[in-house]
């Protein structure tokens, strides 16, 4: 399992090499492995060591659109549960955490800083409300960290200024949170208006984000676009690498990899590390009977 220094230098080896990395770059599948559980819908993917953890939203009442909004809300909450699943490379079901709380059981994107995996968990509603949770992996054991008036979709903890980063719904908007010594968020009741700042990327919605150090985060996603007036829709994934402190992509990656049945890989959460030569991606694109693919793709940069 890495510590904080061990994944913020694995963090600045994915960002060099991502950056090289082009339209023109060969992605080359290595292995899909069926999960042997129902994933329901996941959200996001941390690899710690040769165990994966996977945020997912069990819906159990589907959400319904008001005919006008109701209190500033397009739709009713719905009903689910959340959940952060633990499992080995084989696919193996090891363990099943809980969160949530209520109408907040849709958990968004995760990130692992060395010791903790942060999740947030919100309602299944844009302009909503969130929980943010940390979690100890070892012991499967969550605890709450601060609520925020926004649906918060993603999170990632910045430890080299001690701040923790979200994207709203559709990740249309980022946050930032200041971290106390003690690990108290110092600024949880600033009104969303005041902190949010405005994405200016708009290609791709971001599903998962990881933190990789120099104040950077890595971002995956998609979209859905339609091709001419009578043409159908079809969705676009992406991988952007995200400056925090100008809340602004610096490198974008379309990325054209798709399942059989016509997922982008990016459709859900994502994992990434680097190899001797370049990258290897993990993708968990579909719901419910997932398969997690590998992928790896070169850079001609060796290992450092």
């Known amino acids: 399992m890495l510590n904080s220094s061990g994944a913020l230098a694995q963090g600045r080896l994915i960002s060099e090499r991502f950056k ?11 292995a899909s ?6 994933t329901h819908h996941p959200q996001g993917m941390v690899k710690i060591g040769e165990f994966f953890y996977v945020s997912s939203v069990e819906v159990t009442q589907p959400t319904k659109r008001f005919a006008q909004p109701q209190n500033g809300f397009d739709r009713d909450t719905g009903a689910g549960r959340g959940h952060l699943f633990k499992f080995d490379a084989q696919g193996k079901l090891l363990a099943d955490l809980p969160l949530g709380e209520g109408a907040i059981y849709h958990p968004g994107g995760i990130d692992y800083d060395g010791k903790f995996i942060w999740v947030p968990v919100a309602e299944y509603r844009p302009n909503s409300h969130s929980i943010i949770y940390r979690v100890d992996p070892a012991a499967m054991k969550a605890t709450e960290v ?12 910045n430890t080299e200024n001690h701040t923790l980063h979200g994207v709203s719904w559709g990740s249309r908007s980022f946050y930032r949170w200041t971290l106390n010594p003690q690990g108290r968020v110092t600024n949880a009741g600033t009104p969303p208006e005041k902190l949010r700042r405005q994405n200016p990327s708009f290609y791709i919605d971001y599903q998962d984000c990881k933190f990789l150090g120099r104040g950077e985060m890595l971002c995956a996603g998609l979209s859905n676009y339609q091709s001419g007036k009578a043409g159908g829709r079809f969705s676009l994934g992406g ?3 995200v400056d925090l402190a100008a809340n602004r992509a610096i490198h974008q990656l379309p ?7 016509g ?19 993990w993708f968990l694109p579909e719901d419910r009977q997932s398969t997690l693919y590998v992928f790896e793709v070169n850079t001609g940069s060796g290992s450092k």
Not at 33 to 38: K, L
């Open 20 to 30: 090289q990395l082009t339209r023109a770059s060969q992605w080359r599948m290595t």
């Open 33 to 38: 492995v069926p999960v042997n559980f129902n």
């Open 146 to 157: 601060f609520r925020y008036s926004d649906h918060i979709g993603g999170i990632v903890h």
């Open 239 to 241: 991988l952007e690498l």
């Open 255 to 261: 990325l054209d990899l798709w399942t059989e049945s």
């Open 263 to 281: 997922f982008p890989m990016t459709q859900n959460p994502f994992w990434i590390e680097p190899t001797e030569r370049g990258l290897r991606a």
